[in-house]
């Protein structure tokens, strides 16, 4: 079933009852406070801005997380974190990353990271609900980074960039070492991928993904 949302914030008809891929509802629009009303309860929008005139709602029942503590380290990244050839940080250049982001697909089919979606995204970053992960080189060059929203102790994962091998992956740590060392909770990773599969990620059911969002 897919549910027609007002544009007045009213809440989220139930999840549960959406389509086996997880999309559930359209319409509505990408306020602040709808944007944290969502995230809460682990909805995001996600949807192509080329060809859909109205958002796309999605809240898969099977989640894709990463547990800060089981992230894993291959032994190939430990050594190009050991070589300090790249330094990692928080929050120097939301707006560099998310336009990254969306510069590196922006061409491509069913390419949903536009104008509306940037700045919907920056203005939860002003608001401090949303959080980058900036990599760089000996030139301080920003050469890889992911962005995600953030409420309570987790962190949702949006997108992330590499222009060089394994920048992504190296920002990935270290928001799961940043978690770890401040009692975070989980990454949601919204969707299954080799990249993020290899590196620690699991499925878990809904109602107790729930229970950390709690």
């Not at 990353?97 to 104008?115: D, F, K, M, Q």
Request: charged content about 25%; overall charge negative; glycine content about 10%.
């Amino acid at each position: 079933m897919i549910f027609q949302l007002d544009p007045e914030i009213i809440g989220f008809p139930d999840p549960r009852l959406g389509e086996e891929d997880g999309l559930f509802a359209v319409g509505g629009d990408l306020s602040a406070d709808r944007l944290l009303l969502a995230y809460s309860n682990g909805i995001f929008p996600w949807f192509d801005f080329r060809r859909r005139e109205q958002i796309l709602w999605w809240c898969p029942m099977n989640r894709f997380v990463i547990f800060p503590d089981k992230i894993h380290v291959s032994h190939s990244m430990r050594t190009l974190m050991n070589k300090g050839q790249y330094s990692v940080g928080m929050n120097e250049d939301f707006d560099a990353v998310i336009t990254n982001c969306s510069r590196l697909r922006y061409n491509y089919e069913g390419a949903w990271l536009g104008g509306e979606m940037i700045s919907a995204y920056k203005e939860l970053h002003k608001r401090g609900f949303a959080a980058s992960v900036e990599v760089w080189d000996k030139e301080d060059r920003l050469v890889g980074g992911l962005y995600g929203v953030t409420i309570g102790r987790n962190f949702f994962g949006e997108s992330m960039f590499s222009l060089v091998p394994s920048a992504s992956k190296l920002a990935l740590i270290y928001l799961a070492d940043f978690l770890k060392q401040h009692d975070g909770g989980l990454i949601d990773c919204q969707f299954e991928t080799p990249h993020l599969k290899s590196m620690g990620g699991t499925f878990i059911p809904y109602d107790e993904y729930l229970k950390y969002l709690e």
